[in-house]
């Protein structure tokens, strides 16, 4: 079994098949070491999605929930395009919109989440630049988009 495999058994964290793309774009594209995954939806593994605007009709706990699933399809969208995760050198960058209304402020608060998530799994090898912005909506309604870039071996 592999490093991260086994780090994954240890958290309890189980990679999901991810959704696949809504449109007509494909969910990751590797340009030389570079894995760059389009922008994932809170989709659970039952195809449900996180709807709504934080600070309006959802609260924090919901906006962690859907920061953590959007992360989780990403690297298992990450996972499809190495074939092992044990392959990815860094977490170069993620990038999140959230769903909010303008008195809302705790948008890295949300996106922490998923940060918390890739240093958790890859260790030193998660942390990443990021940007976090505030949108007024999404697609399908969504209450968070994540899209990330990582380096693999």
Known sequence: MSDINEKLKKLKIVIPNPPAPVGNYVAYNIIGKVVYISGQLPIDSNGKLIKGTINNDLDLNKGYEAAKLCMLN??????????????????????GYINSNEEFEKHPMVLNTASDLLVNIFGEKGKHTRAVIGVKSLPLGAMIEIESLFEIN
């Open 74 to 95: 990403a690297i298992g969208h990450l996972q499809k395009a190495t074939g092992d995760l044990n392959k990815v050198k860094k977490c170069i960058k993620i990038i």
